[in-house]
DNA sequence: AGCCTCCCCGCTCATATGAGCACCATCGGA
DNA sequence: TCCGATGGTGCTCATATGAGCGGGGAGGCT
């Protein structure tokens, strides 16, 4: 069985040439032949488990489908976007997400969505990315986050992006995240934080950040105190979603330090139709496989080293 | 249409690969990814045409299957095996070429067959790697030449595949060519010679030397006399077919050294239902031209660069 | 030889598939 | 505003295809 002679090699050969590049019909082919289709079905068949042909997908382009694809079916993802990139430094690996990002957000927002959007760089190398939007309300879904190395804010992220889309923006002057409780609760009941909270329900898709829970690994553990940090990583979390924290097993993490937040929670999150992360970088294999296990994050935009490092992971 | 966005080009991908590399039907696909059968139709026939997916046909081994197919059916024969090997020296080459032939050769002949084998450097090659064969008549098809390089000579070829075989061998001991036609008319009527001529017509599958008319690239030039040469290349001799005289149209040549050959004629040939010739050598592609055209030879063991040089060559 | 087993072949019939068509939404221009 | 062009969608129906079956030939064993 596993060995031919040459002609049957190349009469082989030469049907699977007819069918797959030439596209014609197996009766055809076996009208050519003189064979009986059945023939014909017997020889593709032995031809491609005898690996004889061999079928390829890839395409000239940025984003490598293959790998895409198997994250995709590895992690049960609703979308998988793997951009096929050197590993360069890190501003210009972002601008490449941002762009892939930005195409499948004009590919994937209709005008019957709503979008949120929370603050990280990745999404902000993504709006600078974006040309064309649906006219969709856009919803900030985030506190600010005032960094010496980034210009734009979530609020300017937001602004922009309503613009371009043409719809309305919801959007607030606050702090990601405040020294106490109570103040969190106050600022959250001001007029236009309020207003933005009323619509995280409608909110259909949105792109967030994704953070490890480790130092220089999530802006906004670099944002917090040290105590808080400590704090939630005895509780276990390893990732946080825009200030969503998760442990490793997709749990939303609750604590006092939640309160002091202001974004959107775990709840709101896991109604929101699609919900997108960019994250990049080995470091965050970890919070990303614990991103997906929450079920909060159904898509990813990452690049081709993360990818593979979470398939190879995935035991 | 030819750009898609990541999200369709991932759901492409993705549907090609459950469709391609996974088998499953269309309409399963279809239910899985909530479409409609046609819609997947569709997206395959552009994965195809966009040159997504690419089918590749290839094999582990010596033979190189795509250009063999390629020259089956641009020179129309009923069989190519293209070798593909690097362009080492000569004997090897003929090593190679004989053992893909041999294998050509157990596969195709049939106890139903009568083989027919005509004296050439390669078609001893083959024989010499010979292992198995049905049980078949060997008729020999041409007298024999002996030249100092070789020890096999026409006869012993046919001997030794008979015995293999285990079939009748049906040989006589004559040169391939003689000084004059008188001497050739008696040559064939004694009884041996006689003998294997009787079986000419019953053979089904032959394999045959391929000369082209030029010095050194033909035994039987290089064996005739200077004058006979000449007169066959004036009349437009291209190539020698196992003593067959064809010119670059295809057409046999007649004339008085056509008879002092002692070999199987053309009209003969072109009766036996399989010719296979073994050529090798970027000299002789006019030669293997002129044989295919003449319908004579129509199965061809070759190597890749000739048979690259047969593909370009036409027009 | 006689028997058995395996394998190769081509059949039937249910299912999958492709070609062509009609429908609908969208969009640009009169 | 209306109209025609355009492209995308899913339908029908004829055709292609696959799964499973039985016949028969080749080869091995007793």
Redesign the pocket.
Known sequence: ?ESFGPAQLVLTASIARR?YVDGR?????ADEFR?????V??L?DQARSSGLVRIEISHPGAIDLELSVQLQEALGLRRAIVVDTPEVDEPALRTQLGKAAADLLSEIVTAEDVLGLAWARAVTAMTEQLTTLAPVPVVQLTGALTRPDVEANSVELVRHTARLSGGPAYLFYAPLVVPDAATARALRQQPEVAEAISHFDSVSKAVVGLGSWAAGQSTLYDAMDEKACEQLEKRGVVADISGVFVDADGEPVQSRVTDRVIAINAEQMDKIDEVIAIPYGLAKVAAVRAAVRSGLVNGIVTHAPLAKALLNETN
């Open positions: 069985m069918y019909s197996k009766v055809e082919i064979l009986s289709r059945f023939k079905a017997r593709l």
